[in-house]
């Protein structure tokens, strides 16, 4: 990873919850980088 966020707050990819809407929930409160949901 070549950039961090300003903010410094991550959400962690959680199977079967980070779907996209949880994404744009999350930066809208702070998450400074978001994930896709973990494949398994």
């Known amino acids: ?9 991550l ?4 199977a079967g919850v980070s ?3 949880y ?3 999350a930066r ?3 998450a400074g980088m ?3 949901e973990m494949v398994s």
């Open 34 to 36: 978001v994930f896709t």
């Open 19 to 21: 779907d996209s809407v």
């Open 28 to 30: 809208r409160f702070g």
């Open 11 to 14: 959400a962690a990819p959680l």
């Open 1 to 9: 990873m070549t950039s961090v966020p300003e903010n410094k707050v």
């Open 23 to 25: 994404r744009r929930w």
